[in-house]
Each structure stands twice: as structure tokens, then as C-alpha cells.
């Protein structure tokens, strides 16, 4: 049985009709088409479908959308305002952060919140940060060098 | 997915009296980061799904006039990372949760739901047990007490009823001249279950380095965790120095041929039993240390 719900995100409120049982990161798919966020392993271990859940990263995967009610959701979609990049995105993009990009949207905002939360993250914090976030590409190096060139700003 | 009636009692009273009426049907969901992978593989079908994320009733925690420590089942792995009285008063709960999964699921993961569950393969199990701590399980006809040395039976059981939910955790004062630790063995730098896991509790006496008190658990080995009771054995009553330890990890680990070594894919059972005497080793001298260190 469908209820009507109303999502945050990216500070927009989104009213849906949705069944209880629904995925968040399926609503944000398929519902409302932000395709940034990804699915891969369904079992909240490599962090592809990462969002932000009041400023807090979560595995959308494992949540219902009905979980994420009355929460502020920041997809990667919500990062940049119209062609202007986030720094986080931005330092990425220079520092040959991004291979072939899947992990990027969940590892950037894993990188967001951060750096919210600790804007002069050590090497030893950042990686600790990223645990969550798995890439097959890039063997990490260039991903900690982005968020560190963030750090030392501050 | 699985279709579910979706319930959201505003209380725990409400969860109880639901979860009464409808035991045998419904699963308790607490952030469900462990359920959901289950429900997702059918490996469960409720009819209801009875929803405790939203009762901020049970996300407390509270230090009680004699020192003990009350964590409402409901706080997350990160709630328990990020405080600053579990940092100052009992560092092996931080110490716990530093390496439990990712942020992603520690932002949300509940430590009730965590125990709940009861898998094998999972941190929190060994260090309850080790720091003496109690169960709150509540039903529409009451709440009781369990202690942790009763309360994982088998792998995914425990000792709550079907109509019983977990509610809250409560840790005993960790009084000067006790150190406690946790040691999580794993291969991966992160995003690893334990291979093994071991929670030590030293308490010394008040002068010398003489063992009053010890309890040694391994997590990740057994379906449930369990004492190492020879080690203990070796400890009780002895005055300890860095290398009795070792010996004790040594000479009391032999006993550990009879433990039933629950099923790992990851690795053989041989790797765990020759791992586990040095594994205890550790985690005893970092006690020891914190022991001596916490007049």
C-alpha cells in the first residue's frame, strides 16, 4: 500500500507516493532521477550509494525511503550550484581524483562531511573518513591528496 | 523487496504492545542496517515491520550516581564514537567502534540492533560481555534484566523472547586500577569483521600488580563470544608482569583445541587457533597498561 511522503532533497521538498518497503537510493533513481548516487554491492560495504543525511553520510541502499522523512538529503547532485563546482569537487577534478568516476559521487561526499566536521583532517582521519568508500581504480593516493589539498587551506 | 506493514509506535510501550499481539509476524527495526540486508535476500518475510528509529526515548546516554553507564539501545555506533564521557570513563567502548564497519553505517547502525542481531562475526558481543554489563529486555508484561554471560545463546539468538524488545545497556563502574581493551585482528586496514576479537577486563590490587579480576573474551570464534577460562585461570591471584602475560596467553590458549570454531569462510579453523594466544597476549598487556595507568 502506497503512502504519501514528502523528501528533502537538496533543498527541495519532493511529495511522493510510495510504498513502504522502497529503497531510498531507488526513490532517488528511479522516483526523482538523480542517477549520481550508485548501486553496487546492496550491503552497505563499498559506499557507492553514499548520501548525506543531515549533513552525516549514510548507505542509501540500506535505508528506506520512508527512514529518510523530516531529514535533509544531500545527493552528489546538491554539491554544485548550476556550473559551479564545490571546492570538494573541484580538488578532485585537479588532483586526478576521478578514474572512471563510480565511487566518486559517494567518496566526495564522504569528503564533504569530513571536512565539515574536521577542516584540518590528518592523513590517518582522512582515510579513516574514506574507509567506506571503495575504489577499484585509483589505489586511493590521488583521492587523499584532493582532501588534503583541502585541509591545508585552513 | 518484500512487501510489510509498516509500523511506527511513538513509544516503546506502543512497540511492545504491538510487537505482543503480532510476535510471530513482525520484525523489530531499529536503524536496520543489518535487517534490511536480510530482508533484501528474503531471508526473513514479516507481515509488519515495527519501526524504533524515531523514539529519541532510547538514544540516551547517561552516567548513574555510582559511576555505572546506561546506553539506551537506540544510540548509534557513532554516538558512542563521538562521546566525550565514554572517551574519558570507558575508552573500550570508543575503542570498540573505531574500526566497527564504516562511517556510513556507524552514522545510523544502532548498538541495540548491533546486539540484537547477535552474529558471530561482530565487535560488540565479546567487550559486553567482558565489561560485565546487563540487557534490558522489554514486553508488554515487564522488563528484566539479562546479563551478557547469559544473553548470546547461539549465532543470531539471544536470550530475548519474541515479544521482547532490547532496550537499553547497562555497564558497570570501571573502577582505578582496572584496564580494559579491545583488539579487533583483521587482515583488511579496514571495512573487516574480525577474524578474532578479544575484550579483556584486569582489575589489580589497589598496591600491586597482583590480578584480582580478569576476563578474557573472544569474539569471532565461537557462534557466541566466550571466555577464555584457562588464561584467567593462570592470571587469577598472580602478580603479572609483562612477560607472565605472555606465558599465560600461551599456556592457557592450549585449551583452546576443544573450542567448536564456528564456520569462516575467510580463513581455516588453523589460522584462528594460532592467532588467538597472540591476539590475547596483546589485548592483555594493553590492559595491564591501562591499569597501571588509571589510579
Known amino acids: ?154 | 523487496m518484500i512487501q510489510f506493514d509498516f509500523i511506527r509506535p511513538q513509544s516503546i510501550k506502543e512497540a511492545c504492545d504491538f510487537l505482543d499481539k503480532s510476535a510471530e509476524v513482525s520484525k523489530v527495526k531499529g536503524a536496520g542496517t543489518s535487517l534490511l540486508i536480510l530482508l533484501k535476500q528474503g531471508l526473513f518475510r514479516p507481515k509488519y515491520l515495527i519501526n524504533l528509529e524515531e523514539l529519541k526515548e532510547l538514544r540516551f546516554i547517561k552516567e548513574e550516581k555510582d559511576g555505572s553507564l546506561r546506553l539506551g539501545a537506540l544510540v548509534t555506533h557513532r554516538d558512542i564514537e563521538t562521546s566525550d564521557l565514554i572517551e574519558k570513563k570507558y575508552y573500550v567502548l570508543k575503542e570498540m567502534e573505531l574500526d566497527l564497519a564504516s562511517v556510513q553505517v556507524r552514522n545510523r547502525g544502532t548498538i541495540g540492533g548491533d546486539i540484537s542481531h547477535a552474529e558471530p562475526f561482530s565487535d560488540p558481543p565479546p567487550v559486553m560481555v567482558a565489561l560485565g554489563g546487563e540487557a534490558k529486555c522489554q514486553s508488554a508484561q515487564g522488563e528484566r534484566s539479562v546479563s551478557f554471560d547469559d544473553f548470546f545463546q547461539d549465532y543470531y539468538e539471544t536470550a530475548l523472547e519474541q515479544n521482547e524488545i532490547l532496550t537499553e545497556i547497562t555497564i558497570p563502574k570501571i573502577h582505578a586500577r582496572t584496564g580494559c581493551a579491545y583488539i579487533k585482528h583483521t587482515l583488511r586496514k579496514a571495512m573487516d569483521k574480525p577474524y578474532v576479537g578479544v575484550a579483556v577486563y584486569l582489575k589489580l590490587d589497589k598496591h600491586e600488580p597482583v590480578c584480582k579480576e580478569v576476563r578474557i573474551v573472544l569474539g569471532a570464534v565461537a557462534s557466541v563470544p566466550i571466555r577464555a577460562r584457562e588464561v584467567e585461570r593462570v592470571l587469577l591471584n598472580q602478580e603479572i608482569d609483562e612477560s607472565f602475560l605472555e606465558h599465560a596467553s600461551e599456556k592457557g590458549s592450549l585449551s583452546l583445541n576443544k573450542i567448536d570454531i564456528v564456520y569462516d569462510m575467510r580463513c581455516p579453523e588453523d589460522y584462528k587457533k594460532d592467532v588467538i594466544p597472540i591476539i590475547i597476549k596483546r589485548a592483555l598487556k594493553l590492559a595491564f597498561e591501562r591499569a597501571n595507568r588509571n589510579q
Open chain 1, 1 to 154: 500500500m502506497k503512502e504519501s511522503i514528502v523528501l528533502d532533497v537538496n533543498g527541495q521538498e519532493y511529495s511522493l507516493a510510495l510504498e513502504s518497503n522502497r529503497l531510498l537510493v531507488d526513490v532517488l533513481r528511479e522516483d526523482l532521477k538523480m542517477t549520481g548516487t550508485k548501486i553496487n554491492c546492496g550491503i552497505g560495504v563499498c559506499g557507492a550509494c553514499t548520501i548525506l543525511l543531515d549533513g552525516d553520510t549514510v548507505n542509501s541502499c540500506l535505508m528506506l525511503a520512508v527512514d529518510a522523512v523530516g531529514k535533509k538529503i544531500t545527493t552528489i547532485e546538491g554539491l554544485a550550484d548550476g556550473d559551479q563546482l564545490h571546492p570538494v569537487q573541484e580538488a578532485f577534478v585537479n588532483h586526478g581524483a576521478i578514474q572512471c568516476g563510480f565511487c566518486s559521487p559517494g567518496m566526495i561526499l564522504s569528503a564533504k562531511a569530513l571536512l565539515d566536521e574536521n577542516p584540518r583532517a590528518n592523513e590517518l582521519e582522512i582515510r579513516r573518513a574514506i574507509s567506506g568508500n571503495l575504489c577499484r581504480c585509483s589505489g586511493y593516493t590521488k583521492i587523499v591528496e584532493a582532501i588534503q589539498g583541502q585541509t591545508s587551506l585552513k
